[in-house]
Structures are given as C-alpha cells and as structure tokens.
C-alpha cells in the first residue's frame, strides 16, 4: 500500500484500539521486534513475520487471506481473516446490481447503442430467473437475502452442506453441476483455495444452461481464463461479469478487454472500509486480550 493508504490505517487502528500500540514494522527497533504480540497486515513481505518471533497470531486487513496461507507456510503463527459485515452488506449490493444489469439486458443495449440500432428486448420478471451462487458463507447469505428480497429465485452451492432460508442449496461434486445446469446467472464469491483453483474450467462452463451469465467476485483463478473466453466465443455463455483476475492490475494484452461480451471492473465490488475494518481488527484483540484464545483462525487445511 502506499504511504497515504498506510497513513489512513493506522489512524483507523489507533482510533478504533487506544490502549494498544500500533506500530509500522519498519519504525520497530530489535526489541520491540522481539515483543510485538499481534502482526496487522495486508500484503506483508515473510521475513517481516518471520523478523517478530512472539506473534500470537497475524490479522489479515482483508478478507482474502489465500496469499498469506501460502507465502506464510504452516509454521507460522495463525491467521485472522477480515469477517467485516459491511463488507457482506456492500458485497450484497453489488451481486444485487449486476444481478439487475443482467436481467434488464444491459450488455445488449450497450451493444445496439454502439451500432445505433433501436431494439426493444422481453422483460424478464426477476421471478423468472434462477440466481446460483457458489459460496454460502457471510458474502453468500448476505447476497442471497438481497437476492430474495428483489425476487429473484436463489439457489446456493457449498463445500459443506448449508441451510439458508428460501435459497436451495446444493453440495459437491454432483451438487454443483445441478446449481449450474439450472441457473441463468452464476454468481462466484467463494475464496481460492487448493479446491476452488480452477474450478470453473471447460468441463464446469459447458454445464451451465445455454445463455447464462456468470458474475466473478470471489477470485481470478477459480474462473479458467482461456476456458471462459472460449465459451463466450463460442456463445455458450451470454455475458461475464469479472471484477477479479490472475494478475491485477489486468494485462493490457488481456482477451477480457476487448471482448464484446465482457464487462471488466478494476476489482472495486466490495472495497474495504477502514473504520469499519479497523473496528472488527480491535475487536479481535480485545477478545485475545480477555480470555487468551484467537478469533476466527483460518483453517490451513480448508485454506480460509
């Protein structure tokens, strides 16, 4: 991050956690190296952990820790992921307004704009169409609630099996290529993890229903590139929706810019809040402080 980024953070950190010291890692001398008991991070270089041999655990500044289970390794402290429920209710909004996009057949709009055609197209009734999404955790609820509440059927697909009211919900292997074969949009938030790293390849897009859309805002590399381009060349798919991406920023020799049927965001759907942010870090230290135990550790294993 950069310095006026760093800046608004330990602002937000200090407010939110006056009784603790919150310090960047380069203005700490050897000894205080030796002390410091909480790392807060987002992008942080190893050594720099490695450099605070008492940590009892790291929290992660976003919600997406996979870089940080994979730089870290398993013989570091703990890690604390960004469970924000602003961010469930921003992230919500967003499924909610390129849910909508899609319904009323932006993309084609755009389209005969640029082709200056006047073409009026079917409305279709949110009622009318089945939104899947993959991944049932705090983004998925708080998604599918604002699904259901504008009308639209919602059904939901998982790694364990959940229970959501008025979402049908799906899990496994099978499960997940019946929530694909009836859905009209596929809604993606789930975190990249050994298991959903390429998940959506060639085989998963060909058994999504003809002329579905799928929304990306979990992680680049759960959606094959290549694969999904093909299938929009091929018009199996009728529109993406890619907030995320291997790399970010994207290449500029990306395929994704320039396709018709591509709508590229600069990973904007669910930013983080500071304040709100900071307030759930502090919380997670106040909690460390009573009773000793760590919140919310991720599960290396599972990866999140």
């Given at each position: 991050m950069d310095a006026e980024e760093e800046a608004s953070w330990l602002d937000a950190l200090r407010l939110a956690m006056p009784a603790e010291t919150v310090t960047p890692f380069r203005a700490l001398g050897d000894e205080a190296r030796q002390r410091a008991e909480i790392a807060i991070v987002a992008n942080p270089d190893p050594s720099d952990i490695a450099a605070l041999p008492k940590l009892a655990f790291v929290h992660s500044l976003w919600a997406g820790v996979e870089r940080l289970v994979s730089e870290l390794g398993p013989?570091?402290?703990?890690?604390?992921?960004?469970?924000?429920p602003s961010m469930g209710r921003v992230m919500a909004e967003a499924v909610l307004a390129w849910t909508h996009y899609l319904q009323r057949d932006m993309p084609a709009y755009a389209r005969q704009q640029r082709e200056h055609r006047w073409a009026p197209l079917p409305y279709r009734k949110p009622e009318s169409m089945i939104v899947g999404l993959l991944g049932l955790g705090a983004l998925g609820a708080a998604a599918a609630a604002r699904l259901l509440d504008a009308g639209f059927r919602v059904a939901g697909w998982s790694r364990s099996p959940k229970a959501l009211p008025g979402v049908e919900t799906f899990t496994g292997d099978e499960g997940l290529a019946a929530l694909l074969s009836k859905s009209d949009v596929v809604v993606c938030l789930l975190p990249l993890t050994a298991a959903t790293r390429d998940l959506l390849d060639a085989r998963r897009l060909a058994e999504m229903k003809p002329d579905a859309a799928l929304i990306n805002f979990g992680r680049g590399p759960i959606v094959v590139a290549a694969d999904l381009?093909?299938?929009?060349?091929?018009?199996?798919l009728s529109h993406a929706v890619l907030d995320v991406f291997d790399k970010e920023p994207?290449?500029?020799?990306?395929?994704?810019?320039?396709?018709?049927?591509?709508?590229?965001?600069?990973?904007?759907?669910?930013?983080?809040?500071?304040?709100?942010?900071?307030?759930?870090?502090?919380?997670?230290?106040?909690?460390?402080?009573?009773?000793?135990?760590i919140p919310g550790h991720v599960d290396l294993t599972r990866g999140y």
């Open positions: 013989g570091a402290p703990p890690i604390v992921r960004l469970v924000d381009i093909r299938a929009l060349d091929e018009e199996k994207l290449d500029q020799a990306s395929p994704f810019w320039a396709h018709p049927n591509v709508t590229v965001l600069p990973h904007i759907t669910a930013p983080t809040d500071h304040a709100t942010a900071a307030a759930v870090v502090a919380s997670s230290v106040r909690d460390f402080r009573l009773t000793g135990r």
